[in-house]
């Protein structure tokens, strides 16, 4: 008698392990060295009252089939024929290379010594319900230590490994042998206890595996150990290494296989069957660590932690999670120098110190730009009474395109829309004249603007020098449009490079860096090539607040006067936007040096800026040196260590130069404003492009009307 949703098959008739596939199980029994040794030929399922011929697809169709599964109870089993027979738990011939379970289901580690139980199969899943004590409610909720460990190995992406740590015992659930709505089934009334604590570390992927199987809805008495760590040492991502490193006389747990799932496999290293010993010991060492480093955080520091207040924090982060897909929600802490912290920490333990992300407001004066045109290519731009702008106008209006001798268009978005949709109607050479009359000249670089509004108009001219076109792009202030780096900005002096193609908002943060930065006692400069910042004319616009601006007569002399703004007007911040030019990378060196912070933005990604002759020193520059044959095989060692793709042994390294200029990256994308990748150590990334692999981001978004915050913290 043998269940009958393994797999697993071997041949009583041949005396031969068939394997685990189906396949192999119909290829046996239409052998002829089958049919000579066969008896029966039948299969009966006992829960269905039914008989099937023994053929492979037969079997798996009816034991996965609806009416199989409505009447199977997990202590029925089908009795097999003679002919072929699933292998039993204690079967002397236990398939070691085709089967997909592990040999072992019990053992001992650790010290002091728990006990590893792993569960595969229905069989013992079932065993473990009926005659464990674990599973017995009054046994487990009357317990004097009745605080458990919970973690989900592969999640979020899937479920592999349920396991849970008592003081006696390590309970592994196999979630891709098993069924984890059944096995969660059985664990109900333990999830919904508020008197056995549920013991999380980083509960965010956890958590995302459990709602996926329905296991969320009523968990109680939830207490997640990384609120604990954040608590007593203000960090908000605190690995659990380095929490075992702060609690005396708890062992470090072995981070090999998530090295390995890191650089090798990702979470699919979990999905493989059979598991060895190896890597369930190391699972379950981790979910034992959490165990003990709660356990000796409430023997040493019971009077010191408001455990009721984080466990409220706890359930707060559970249900957040959730509705964030797994991200982390996070707020600055403005008592502690606009340090990143849990927003669910902060709301219960000290909720006026919140540095929210303010709800951004947009003023963009798309109407001056709008009395510039003809009035008939004003009515997509207008509300019907024609003298206001459309919301498209308002928030989402890019550029307007004016080509002598052919139709007006503009840019919403990604989209090109028409100003007329009369397919006659172009742009004549008296309406260009007519804009450029109302505007102010243009400079060495083409470009002008309008008296302290923040937008641009660049020409195109003809081998005459003669205006033939004009690009009018509209600009805006984001008001509260960096708080997603609050503690970046206001809480260190880093300098911060904003990276990203055309149209991807570089500008508009800048802008609201300046006011942010000069509203808390700094004195900023603003660098202003064509007006860009802080819009045109004499006196800036509101938006850089009590900033000073510095206005560049042509792109040539920027790099001059970057070194005359240190020179004459002692800033303690200098702010420029589009650095581009070798001659300004070199003068933001200089600054840099001098020790004044930079905040600037410049064109591309990370990775094409190290590839740019002209702006890599921004981030260190690069150079290759020559190895010996022995430096050139440690080389090759060290990569192939981290998981690096190498061919063969090479005698030349690239690598960085010096330190970057700036200390902190800003990637942003054109059309996902409210998602950024930070990189919070620039030389760090640079090596590791070099190196060939992925450097470490903090992907930063937010909800443009809401107060929420959420980061994950991932590669790129």
């Not at 296989?257 to 190896?278: S, Y």
Request: glycine residues 6%; charged residues 25%.
């Amino acid at each position: 008698m043998t269940k009958a949703k393994l797999a697993i098959w071997v041949c009583k008739d041949c005396n031969i392990d068939v394997g685990l596939s189906i396949n192999n199980v119909n290829r046996h029994l239409k052998s002829a060295a089958h049919k000579k040794k066969q008896t029966v030929n039948n299969w009966s399922c006992d829960d269905c009252d039914r008989t099937m011929q023994s053929n492979g697809q037969n079997i798996v169709a009816h034991i996965n089939g609806l009416k199989h599964q409505t009447k199977v109870r997990l202590n029925k089993e089908i009795q097999p024929s003679t002919s072929v027979k699933q292998l039993s738990l204690n079967d002397d011939k236990f398939p070691q290379a085709s089967s997909l379970r592990t040999e072992k289901q019990e053992w001992t580690v650790g010290s002091p010594s728990v006990r590893i139980k792993y569960i595969q199969t229905d069989h013992e899943l079932q065993k473990a319900v009926q005659g464990d004590q674990f599973f017995m409610r009054n046994e487990t909720e009357n317990k004097a230590n009745n605080a458990i460990a919970i973690t989900c190995v592969g999640a979020p992406e899937c479920l592999s490994l349920l396991q849970i740590a008592t003081h006696t015992d390590i309970y592994i659930f196999d979630c891709v042998m098993l069924q984890p709505q059944v096995v969660l089934s059985h664990l109900n009334f333990i999830f919904e206890s508020p008197q056995v604590t549920k013991v999380f570390y980083a509960l965010h992927d956890d958590a995302v595996a459990l709602h996926h199987c329905d296991a969320m809805q009523q968990m109680e008495a939830v207490m997640d150990c990384q609120l604990v760590a954040e608590y007593l040492w203000q960090h908000p991502m605190i690995r659990l290494n380095d929490m075992l490193l702060r609690l005396e006389g708890l062992q470090l747990h072995s981070s090999k296989f998530r090295r390995m799932e890191t650089l090798h496999n990702g979470p699919d290293i979990w999905k493989k069957r059979p598991l060895d010993k190896d890597k369930i010991e190391f699972s379950a060492g981790y979910t034992l660590s959490i165990l003990q480093a709660y356990n000796h955080l409430k023997e040493t520091r019971e009077r010191n932690v408001p455990w009721n207040n984080i466990s409220l924090a706890s359930l707060a982060r559970l249900k957040s999670t959730v509705d964030n897909g797994g991200k982390r929600t996070v707020c600055f802490d403005v008592d502690h120098g606009y340090r990143m912290a849990s927003m669910e920490l902060m709301s219960v333990l000290r909720p006026n110190a919140i540095f929210y992300n303010e709800p951004i407001t947009c003023e963009s004066e798309v109407d001056e730009i709008i009395k510039l045109l003809p009035q008939d290519l004003t009515q997509k731009l207008l509300k019907k009474d024609q003298s206001t702008p459309t919301p498209i106008a308002n928030y989402g209006l890019s550029d307007i395109v004016l080509d002598i001798g052919r139709r007006p268009s503009c840019w919403v978005d990604k989209d090109r829309i028409m100003l007329s949709d009369d397919k006659e109607r172009v742009v004549d050479k008296t309406e260009v004249n007519s804009i450029i009359d109302n505007i102010g000249g243009f400079g060495e670089d083409n470009r002008a603007g309008i008296e302290q509004k923040l937008h641009r108009i660049s020409c195109m001219r003809d081998r005459k020098q003669e205006v033939v076109g004009l690009t009018i792009r509209v600009g805006r202030w984001f008001r509260g449009n960096t708080a997603m780096l609050a503690d970046i900005l206001l809480g260190s002096e880093k300098s911060v490079l904003i990276l990203g193609i055309p149209g991807s908002g570089k500008t508009t943060i800048v802008r609201e860096a300046v006011r942010v930065l000069a509203e808390t006692n700094n004195n900023v400069c603003v660098v202003d090539t064509s007006n860009e910042i802080g819009g045109d004319g004499a006196v800036p616009h509101p938006c850089i607040g009590l900033a000073r601006r510095m206005m560049v007569p042509s792109l040539d002399a920027q790099s001059k006067v970057m070194v005359e703004c240190v020179q004459n007007h002692t800033p303690h911040v200098m702010v420029i936007d589009e650095v581009g030019r070798t001659r300004e990378v070199e003068a933001a060196r200089t600054v840099k040096q001098r020790g004044v912070r930079i905040i600037a933005s410049a064109h591309g990604d990370l990775r094409s800026l190290i590839k740019n002759k002209d702006l890599r020193g921004l981030v260190g520059s690069i150079e290759t040196v020559t190895l010996g044959d022995a430096a050139a095989k440690e080389e090759a060692t060290r990569k192939a260590s981290k998981g690096i793709p190498i061919q063969g042994i090479s005698k030349t390294k690239t690598q960085r130069m010096g330190e970057p200029t700036f200390d902190v990256i800003v990637e942003v994308t054109r059309g996902n404003f409210h998602e950024w990748n930070i990189v919070k150590d620039t030389g760090k990334a640079v090596d590791a492009i070099l190196d060939g692999s992925n450097y470490d981001v903090e992907r930063r978004s937010r909800n443009p009307s809401q107060k929420d915050i959420t980061i994950e913290i991932t590669t790129a």
